[in-house]
């Protein structure tokens, strides 16, 4: 899957000039956490997150009152809180890509970029909702976690057993096991009591770790 296919777009963006005040009640108004910035030719020049918006505040204020304070906060601009050099990807880029790069660069979303175009933007949430798709985390069924071989085949052989047995895969996922020579593998399974798919698929694991119904 690629992320043209789970982008937000078109994608809300602001202005440097905009007052961070304005920009922090657009936020909450449009229900987001984070804006492209965009200068007067649609050109991309930075992001600003919500916590940029609401950490921007006098360093030293002790000597101000209220009004004062309220009069050089409406003063400060995206422009002086926006972070500048912006990672970007393209609409082609894998899911998966995506979230490597904003786990290494601990970043919560990438706008996505169309020539020099911004045509939409991924963030951590919309890679959350994907998770929950693989996983069918919304999907009744049995919810299995088993130490499977690493070997070529033993995966099909896994599968194959749920279905001889009758049961119909709703999600699969495969992680880090304990070591280099297995993994760890989390199905879903509908149609199917929890007995008899353990019965099925034992043969074919070296530990079940989890089961459970969920759902």
């Known amino acids: 899957m690629l992320v043209k296919e789970r982008m937000s777009h078109p994608v809300i963006t602001v202005h440097p000039?905009?007052?961070?005040?304005?920009?922090?009640?657009?936020?909450r108004e449009e229900h987001v956490r984070r804006f492209p910035v965009?200068?007067?030719?649609?050109?991309?020049?930075g992001i600003v997150a919500e916590?940029?918006?609401l950490h921007?505040?006098?360093?030293?204020?002790?000597?101000l009152n209220i009004w004062e304070i309220h009069y050089w906060v409406s003063k400060i601009t995206v422009e002086k809180v926006m972070t500048r050099n912006v990672i970007t990807i393209t609409e082609d880029t894998p899911l998966e890509e995506a979230a490597r790069i904003m786990a290494d660069h601990k970043i919560g979303a990438l706008p996505i970029m169309q020539d020099s175009k911004v045509v939409g933007i991924i963030t951590e949430t919309d890679l959350f909702?994907?998770?929950?798709?693989?996983l069918g985390a919304r999907e009744p069924g049995v919810r299995l976690d088993v130490l499977a071989p690493k070997v070529a085949g033993e995966l099909a052989k896994l599968t194959g057993a749920v279905y001889e047995a009758g049961g119909n895969i709703l999600a699969l996922g495969t992680f880090l096991g304990e070591s280099s020579g297995n993994w760890e593998v989390t199905i879903k399974v509908a149609d199917l009591d929890s007995k008899?798919?353990?019965?099925?698929?034992?043969?074919?694991?070296?530990r079940i770790l989890d089961l459970r119904e969920s759902g």
């Open 38 to 45: 965009t200068d007067k030719r649609g050109r991309l020049v």
């Open 51 to 53: 916590k940029d918006l």
């Open 56 to 63: 921007a505040a006098p360093s030293d204020v002790t000597s």
């Open 17 to 27: 000039e905009l007052p961070i005040h304005d920009a922090l009640e657009r936020m």
């Open 196 to 206: 008899v798919l353990v019965s099925a698929i034992e043969p074919f694991v070296e």
């Open 129 to 134: 909702k994907i998770f929950l798709e693989m």
